[in-house]
């Protein structure tokens, strides 16, 4: 079976544009995001496009901020602060990557964390390992959204996380392994987390036989074709994160053709984590509005 998150992210902006129609029609505000751009990465502005045109969808206000590559660091701080001390924002992202000349880790520190709707500052990640209230990255939260909409439980699975990055590999291990007390606002309801989790990366020996061995396998490593039909067990679940241009088309990490016909549940490349990440942004600001700013 295809895990659409295309049509599942559509039916949660569905969902999210009605509870932001019912706040309007209280005489609240609407929810506000601002998105911080630098530079010109055509990728960026793809994205940043995507996220602009969904914020309208919901009734989410959005605002683009871009800068030219050659802003400093310390003008980029001076707008962090200024966004974190704007009441009428309620979550901004910087958009990543920054040019090389200025320090992601600074930048992405300087966020406050309860506004910080891509969930990537120390505090939130922080707050999320130790099961505390805080906003989950987009990716992550799409992933969990997508299995519990889909019905598939975790409890007592092993789950094979290939990738550690900080934006996708370690936290959606972080996630599926805690104990289910870390319910999300605007979340489906099943139960998520008590799995056992191993985390792969590219020093990882023997990575077929691990897979093996998964009954869930989460691919986040940017490989296109990295994991093939005869690493999967009969049955098994497939989330494949990768993007990845191979003569022109987006692909992902998954042989799609091959590893389908062995696994019961798979993800497609596009329309399957993808739309789930967009969606995500859009839950968390929703999540920063009730929680901080009405
Ligand atoms: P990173 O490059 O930060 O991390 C990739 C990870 O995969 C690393 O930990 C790396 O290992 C590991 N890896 C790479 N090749 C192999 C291999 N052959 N065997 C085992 N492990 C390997 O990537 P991101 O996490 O940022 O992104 C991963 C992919 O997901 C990319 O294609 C990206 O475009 C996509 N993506 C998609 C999103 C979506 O919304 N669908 C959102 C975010 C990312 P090591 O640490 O040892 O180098």
Do not use: W
């Not at 009734?59 to 683009?64: L, P, Q, T």
């Not at 930048?107 to 506004?115: E, P, T, V």
Request: glycine letters at 8%.
């Amino acid at each position: 079976m295809i895990l659409d998150g295309k049509k599942i992210a559509a039916e949660i902006r569905g969902e999210l544009r009605k509870q932001i129609e019912a706040l309007r029609a209280e005489g609240k505000r609407a929810p506000k995001l601002a998105i911080v751009i630098v530079g010109n990465n055509p990728a960026s502005e793809t994205y940043v496009n995507n996220k602009l045109k969904a914020c309208a969808e919901v009734g989410i206000e959005a605002v683009k901020i871009a800068y030219t590559a050659d802003i400093t660091e310390q003008t980029l701080l001076a707008e962090v602060h200024k966004l974190n001390d704007d009441p009428s924002i309620d979550g901004f992202i910087v958009q990543l990557p920054l040019p090389g000349h200025i320090r992601e880790t600074t930048i992405l520190s300087a966020i406050d964390y309860r506004k910080d709707v891509d969930g990537l500052t120390p505090a939130n990640v922080g707050r999320t390992v130790q099961g505390l209230p805080s906003i989950v990255s987009a990716t992550p939260r799409g992933i969990r959204e997508l299995l519990a909409r889909y019905n598939i439980q975790t409890e007592g699975k092993h789950v094979v996380v290939i990738g550690r990055s900080n934006i996708v590999g370690k936290p959606i291990a972080m996630l599926l392994m805690q104990r289910p007390y870390l319910s999300l606002p605007n979340m489906s309801a099943a139960s998520l987390g008590d799995a056992t989790v191993t985390i792969c990366h590219s020093k990882t020996r023997d990575l077929a036989a691990i897979c093996r061995t998964a009954d869930i396998i989460i691919v986040a490593a940017g490989s296109p074709g990295l994991l093939t039909a005869d690493m999967v067990k009969e049955g098994a679940t497939i989330i494949d994160v990768g993007i990845n241009r191979v003569d022109g088309k987006l692909v992902g990490d998954v042989d799609f053709e091959n590893v389908s016909r062995v696994a019961a549940h798979i993800t497609p490349v596009p329309g399957g984590v993808g739309p789930m990440t967009i969606v995500s942004l859009l839950q968390n600001t929703l999540q920063a509005y009730n929680e901080h700013s009405r």
